[in-house]
């Protein structure tokens, strides 16, 4: 079992930036693909970024490609969330995900962080 703790939310202004950090609770979190989703009032959970095991592979969700930027410290057990340019539409409740096997874009996650809000203001 692996227990994910996401920080770092906030409000904050249209064209600003905020950093998300999500905490694993695993010996092994080297041996775990990492992401970031995220899911807005009314709408469905929607992926937003993901990373394999080294950090070496990572893909995004059109919509923020350009602008947002998942890394990992697994020195740390960490992964984070870089999120620059944010506009309106970003606003929503972010959640990390981790999976035991790395498959890219079709990964499939296996444990889920409780969220952490992100409101942009514009």
């Known amino acids: 079992q692996v227990q994910l703790v996401e920080s770092g939310g906030g409000l904050v202004q249209a064209g600003g930036s905020l950093r998300l950090s999500c905490a694993a609770s695993?010996?092994?979190?080297?041996?775990?693909?990492m992401a970031w989703f995220r899911q807005a009032p009314g709408k469905e959970r929607e992926f937003v970024a993901g990373?394999?095991?080294?950090?070496?592979?990572?893909y995004y969700a059109d919509s923020v490609k350009g602008r947002f930027t998942i890394s990992r410290g697994n020195a740390k057990n960490t992964v984070y969330l870089q999120m620059n340019s944010l506009k309106p539409a970003d606003t929503a409740v972010y959640y990390c995900?981790?999976?035991?096997?790395?498959?890219?874009?079709?990964?499939?996650?296996?444990?889920w962080g409780q969220g952490t809000q992100v409101t942009v203001s514009s």
């Open positions: 995900a981790a999976a035991r096997n790395w498959l890219g874009t079709t990964t499939k996650y296996d444990y």
């Open positions: 695993t010996r092994t979190f080297d041996n775990y693909a």
């Open positions: 990373i394999n095991w080294t950090g070496g592979s990572t």
